[in-house]
């Protein structure tokens, strides 16, 4: 067992010091790419600016006999493309048991380390896979010099990750978040679906039998579908929220159903995820509007705050009781409306917030904690 003390020292010589917080920069959207796919690694650059984070992908999704490509061709994008402040660069390696990870690492360290801010690790078992990157990791930012600790984002995609979420949450200052895998967790689950994310038709409730009615079972019943992925976003982001880093609902493989997509993404924001993945170009839009809180939630929020005062006690707002705990929520909501503005003009003029600096120009950059710089 490491001690408390030992886990902020970096576990290499000469490695960049771990962060003692998980820099807070928007990621509602991560947008997935192929970097072996000529077409659409050709519309990356113009893709800066418009989504929270790009992520260059060398697992599932690219063929095998890509792999070595897809990974040349994300060097070859971080290398030539300038990121900006609003957009970050990630990238999905191979699983841990792959012929392809130890190289994914060591080449995308060493050749773009300086541009990667978070490397996601797919179909995480435990805490010991995390503690494997982390070493990996160290020696490898030492060896490059890099001044800055890459951050790690574990995708929970396994039984046995799920049941060790807590663990896996935890496992490293270098954690930034967690991902539903819902495709390999139903595999690895058993579970008798075929789609990747969503709903299924068949996972429902009825409504009870109708009374007075001869045969009641085989009435006409309303019947409501459930959500199969309840339970482990809840536990997902509880894990998080109880480590301090971020939860993400992940991918959404019914490209054309953009109504449901957008259904599944809202719930994940409400039950407490930061963001999501997107696939394809027509998933950004939604996402970016799903993760941010509406206008009218914003306003909402601020009138609560307004009414409680010292934010003790309890008022009455529209007939509902408000007190210390619905504050809390709503300043959830604010800051996060506040952090996100700082990054997005449009996000800032739907929200009426104006820079607290006289030039115009405040605003955190999104990277310095809740609202910084920017007032009611
Ligand atoms: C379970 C998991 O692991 S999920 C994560 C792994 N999966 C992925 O990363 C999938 C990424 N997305 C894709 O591969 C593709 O979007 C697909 C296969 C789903 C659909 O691709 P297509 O059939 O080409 O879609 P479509 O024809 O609608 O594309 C429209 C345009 O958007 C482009 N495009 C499609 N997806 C993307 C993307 N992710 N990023 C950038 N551009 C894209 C296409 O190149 C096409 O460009 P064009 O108009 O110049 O021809
Ligand atoms: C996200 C992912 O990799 C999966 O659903 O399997
Ligand atoms: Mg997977």
């Not at 070595?68 to 191979?94: H, M, P, Y």
């Not at 995708?155 to 819902?182: C, D, F, K």
């Not at 038709?201 to 309840?230: K, S």
């Not at 709503?330 to 506040?338: G, K, P, R, S």
Request: net charge negative.
């Amino acid at each position: 067992m490491r001690s408390p003390k030992d886990f902020f020292a970096p576990l290499a010589v000469g490695a960049p010091a771990p962060l003692t917080q998980v820099p807070s920069r928007p990621s509602r959207v991560i947008h997935f790419f192929d970097p072996s796919n000529a077409k659409m690694a050709a519309k990356v650059p113009a893709m800066v600016g418009t989504v929270d984070v790009l992520l260059g992908n060398l697992e599932d999704a690219v063929k095998a006999d890509k792999k070595e490509a897809a990974r040349v061709g994300l060097v070859a994008i971080a290398k030539a493309t300038d990121f900006g402040d609003s957009t970050q660069l990630w990238t999905r390696v191979n699983s841990l048991d792959s012929p392809w990870v130890l190289d994914d690492l060591t080449t995308l360290v060493s050749e773009i380390g300086d541009k990667l801010d978070v490397i996601m690790v797919p179909k995480v078992q435990g805490p010991e896979d995390i503690h494997y990157v982390d070493r990996l990791l160290a020696q490898l930012e030492a060896k490059a010099g890099l001044t800055r600790p890459i951050l790690v984002h574990a995708i929970l995609e396994t039984a046995r990750g799920v049941a060790n979420v807590e663990a896996i949450a935890g496992a490293s200052p270098r954690m930034q978040g967690l991902s539903l895998g819902p495709a390999d967790l139903a595999a690895d689950r058993r579970m008798k679906t075929t789609r990747v994310g969503g709903g299924h038709p068949g996972y429902l409730v009825r409504q009870d039998p109708p009374a007075g009615v001869e045969d009641a079972v085989n009435a006409p019943r309303a019947t409501y579908q459930q959500d199969l992925w309840h339970y482990t976003i809840a536990r997902m982001v509880d894990a998080c929220a109880m480590h301090g880093i971020f939860a993400y609902y992940g991918p959404f493989g019914d490209i054309a159903d953009v109504v449901a997509c957008e259904d599944q993404f809202r719930n994940a924001f409400l039950l407490g995820c930061v963001g999501t993945w997107s696939l394809h170009p027509v998933q950004i839009e939604i996402a970016k509007r799903v993760f941010s809180p509406s206008a009218e939630d914003v306003a909402h929020a601020r009138r609560v705050v307004e009414a409680m005062g010292d934010g003790t006690g309890a008022v009455m707002l529209d007939g509902k009781m408000e007190d210390d705990a619905s504050l809390k929520q709503c300043q959830v909501m604010l800051e996060l409306a506040d952090r996100l503005a700082a990054s997005d003009p449009a996000l800032a003029e739907l929200y009426a917030v104006q820079p607290a600096s006289s030039d115009g120009s405040g605003g955190s950059g999104g990277d310095e904690g809740a609202g910084a710089g920017w007032v009611r």
